[in-house]
């Protein structure tokens, strides 16, 4: 079971679900497009993922899922470990 982490939203798990999944490396309005959301916003959780470690930046645009996001996804992390930089 993962753990809840008060900052994360629903779109934050399919972001991430959608990364592993797909096991690709993409940008914020790829993903979108294939969750339904938009790409604005899926960009501003990407940068939110980011900061608590769950993505990583590759470039200016794209973003893939880090081997603390897919311990995430596997149930694996205490939710202490995801905190944001910026917080």
Do not use: H
């Not at 645009?61 to 603390?68: A, G, I, K, M, Q």
């Not at 897919?70 to 992390?77: D, P, Q, T």
């Amino acid at each position: 079971m993962r753990p809840r982490v008060e900052w994360m939203t629903q779109a934050d798990e399919r972001i991430l679900e959608f990364l592993l999944e797909k096991d690709i490396i993409a940008s914020p309005s790829v993903i979108a497009a294939n969750i339904d959301y938009t790409g604005e916003y899926i960009s501003r959780r990407c940068r939110k993922l980011a900061d608590g470690g769950l993505l990583q930046r590759v470039d200016a645009s794209n973003y893939r899922l880090t081997e603390l996001g897919e311990r995430f996804l596997e149930g694996e992390v205490d939710p202490g470990e995801i905190e944001l930089d910026n917080q």
